[in-house]
């Protein structure tokens, strides 16, 4: 699960890498609202392990990967 993974920039990389010219990636992941969590909601992240970021930042690093 991509939850977990602290480096999902270099995943997305090899995806980019991976698929032929015009090729398609799905992603299903969890995300968060932008802007600061709840205290409760933070606990539960971390006690989790998860790495969680907002639809901006998933769309920044796609972007960063190569995807348009």
């Known amino acids: 699960m991509i939850i ?3 480096d999902k920039l270099a995943l997305f990389r090899y995806f980019y890498k991976w698929l032929k010219p015009g090729g398609k990636v799905l992603i299903s992941d969890y995300y968060k609202f932008a802007g ?3 205290l ?3 606990e539960y992240i971390k ?3 998860y790495d969680i970021h907002d639809v ?3 769309g920044q690093m796609l972007k960063d ?3 348009d």
């Open 40 to 42: 409760e909601f933070a």
């Open 56 to 58: 901006k930042a998933y």
């Open 65 to 67: 990967a190569g995807f």
């Open 4 to 6: 977990f993974l602290q």
């Open 36 to 38: 600061a969590s709840s």
């Open 47 to 49: 006690q989790r392990g």
